[in-house]
C-alpha cells in the first residue's frame, strides 16, 4: 500500500522502523570508536535505526541533521527533545517550547551572552581556569577531567548567575549524577534528582525576591523582570527556565575539555605551535568543537509524517540529532576525521546547533575552551597521556577521566 502523501511503500517503511542498525551504547567504546562506527555508518546509511530506547532514527549525516533541527514545520522540541526520553518532572522554557513562545524566554537569554557581557566576566573566567590549572601543573600529574574539567564549569556559572561557588558546586555535583541516571534509565532516581534541581533552582529564584539584583545583571531577576504579552512569564515557566539553565551548561564543557586534552597529548607538534602561535588558538578551538562535538542525544519529533532524507520519518516518531557524527561528515568538511587548522569551512559545523534553539551559552562556552588552552600551554612546556582516557557514554560523547602528565613551562 503506498502512502497517501508519499510516493513510498508503507510495508517496507513498516519493515525498516522494524530493523536496528545501530546501537547507541556499546560497552568498552574508546576514544576513537564511536566515530569509526558513526564514520561507517555515514557510508551506509546517513539515517539509521535503533530499536533501543522505545525505538527512534539516529542523524547521522550533516544535511539530514541540519534539516531536523532547521525545519521547525515538521519537527518539534515539545513532546521529546533527547534520546532518552527524561523530561518527566514539567516543562523548561526555551528548550521545550517551540515558537513563537520560546522567544520569551530566549529574547531575555541572549541579552546575556553579547560581547559587552562576555568581555565583563572575562577576568572572572580566567582567574577561575589559572586558580584550578597551577597546582595541576605544578603538581605534575593530574586528571583533567575529575580535577579541572568538573570543576570549571561549576566556577563559572557561579560568577554569570551571580551564585556561591558552593551552591554552583552542588549543581555540578546533582546535575552530575543525573546525567549517569539517565544513561542508565533509572527513572526514579532521574525523577528525584531533577526534582532536587528544581529544589535548588527555586531557591535561586526566591533569593532573588528577598534580595533584588538589577535585572540588566542577573539572568535569574531578568527573567522575573520579563513581560511577555503585557503579562509577567508565568511563574512555573520562569522556575522550569532557571532549572533549565543551571544544568544545560554543566554537562557539555565537563566531557569536551578532556578531548582537547587528548588530541592535544597525541600531537606534540600541534602543542608546540599553540604554544608559539597563541592567536591560533580561536581556530583551534572551532575545528575541536567540530571534531569532537559533545552532543549525540539531542533529538526532535516529527510532528506528522514526513520524507528526510530519502527516509520516511512517521508522526510522533523521535529522531536522535548526532551532532558527533554530521560534523565530520565528509559530503560538508573534507577529510572530515583529521584535525585541520584554519579549515576553510569551519563556520559551518553545528556543534551548537543551528537555528530556533542554538545554543545561546556558545559564547561563553567558545571563551571557556579558549582560555583552557592558553592557560594551560602557557603554563606547561608539555603534556603527554598517562593512562587511558574513559569515556562518557550515550548521551554525551566526550571523557570522564584523562591522566596527563605536565611537564611545567
Given amino acids: 500500500m503506498k502512502h497517501p502523501r508519499f510516493d513510498v511503500d508503507l510495508a517496507a517503511v513498516d519493515a525498516r522502523r522494524a530493523e536496528h542498525d545501530f546501537d547507541p551504547v556499546r560497552p568498552g567504546e574508546t576514544f576513537t570508536s564511536a566515530h569509526e562506527e558513526f564514520h561507517e555508518l555515514r557510508q551506509k546509511c546517513p539515517i539509521a535505526r535503533s530499536q533501543e530506547y522505545g525505538g527512534f532514527w539516529a542523524l547521522l549525516g550533516y544535511d539530514e541533521v541540519l534539516a531536523a533541527i532547521t525545519d521547525i514545520e515538521h519537527f518539534t522540541t515539545s513532546r521529546q527533545n533527547a534520546i532518552p526520553k527524561f523530561a518527566f518532572t514539567g516543562v523548561r522554557p526555551p528548550l521545550h517550547l517551540d515558537p513563537p513562545d520560546h522567544m520569551a524566554y530566549r529574547r531575555v537569554i541572549n541579552s546575556f551572552f553579547t560581547p559587552p557581557k562576555m568581555r565583563a566576566i572575562a577576568p572572572k573566567v580566567r582567574a577561575a581556569s589559572v586558580e584550578l590549572l597551577d597546582p595541576l601543573i605544578d603538581r605534575g600529574w593530574a586528571d583533567v577531567c575529575r580535577e579541572y574539567a568538573h570543576k570549571f564549569p561549576?566556577?563559572?556559572?557561579?560568577?554569570?548567575?551571580?551564585?556561591?561557588?558552593?551552591?554552583?558546586?552542588?549543581?555540578?555535583?546533582?546535575?552530575?549524577?543525573?546525567?549517569?541516571?539517565?544513561?542508565?534509565?533509572?527513572?526514579?532516581?532521574?525523577?528525584?534528582?531533577?526534582?532536587?534541581?528544581?529544589?535548588?533552582?527555586?531557591?535561586?529564584?526566591?533569593?532573588?525576591?528577598?534580595?533584588?539584583?538589577?535585572?540588566?545583571?542577573?539572568?535569574?531577576?531578568?527573567?522575573?523582570?520579563?513581560?511577555?504579552?503585557?503579562?509577567?512569564?508565568?511563574?512555573?515557566?520562569?522556575?522550569?527556565?532557571?532549572?533549565?539553565?543551571?544544568?544545560t551548561g554543566m554537562v557539555a564543557p565537563s566531557v569536551f575539555i578532556g578531548n582537547m586534552f587528548v588530541h592535544l597529548s597525541k600531537d606534540p607538534d600541534l602543542q608546540s605551535r599553540l604554544r608559539a602561535e597563541p592567536v591560533l588558538i580561536p581556530a583551534a578551538v572551532e575545528e575541536f568543537l567540530r571534531l569532537y562535538s559533545p552532543y549525540r542525544g539531542m533529538a526532535r519529533t516529527a510532528r506528522e509524517d514526513v520524507v528526510l532524507g530519502g527516509q520516511l520519518i512517521r508522526k510522533d516518531d523521535p529522531v536522535a540529532l548526532l551532532y558527533t557524527s554530521a560534523n565530520r561528515d565528509e559530503r560538508i568538511f573534507p577529510d572530515g576525521e583529521t584535525f585541520i587548522l584554519d579549515r576553510p569551512n569551519i563556520g559551518r559545523h553545528i556543534s551548537f546547533g543551528r537555528g530556533t534553539h542554538s545554543c545561546p551559552g556558545a559564547p561563553l562556552a567558545r571563551f571557556m575552551m579558549r582560555v583552557t588552552l592558553e592557560e594551560a600551554l602557557a603554563r606547561s612546556k608539555s603534556f603527554t597521556l598517562a593512562g587511558s582516557p574513559e569515556m562518557a557514554i550515550w548521551a554525551e560523547w566526550g571523557t570522564r577521566s584523562v591522566p596527563l602528565d605536565f611537564v611545567r613551562a
Fill in 154 to 247: 561549576a566556577h563559572v556559572f557561579a560568577h554569570f548567575f551571580n551564585l556561591s561557588v558552593e551552591t554552583s558546586q552542588l549543581i555540578k555535583e546533582v546535575s552530575g549524577a543525573y546525567v549517569d541516571a539517565i544513561q542508565v534509565l533509572d527513572h526514579e532516581v532521574v525523577i528525584r534528582l531533577s526534582k532536587r534541581l528544581y529544589e535548588i533552582a527555586q531557591s535561586v529564584i526566591d533569593d532573588r525576591r528577598a534580595h533584588p539584583r538589577d535585572p540588566a545583571d542577573d539572568l535569574t531577576a531578568a527573567l522575573l523582570d520579563a513581560v511577555y504579552e503585557g503579562e509577567p512569564l508565568p511563574e512555573a515557566m520562569v522556575l522550569g527556565c532557571v532549572r533549565q539553565l543551571i544544568v
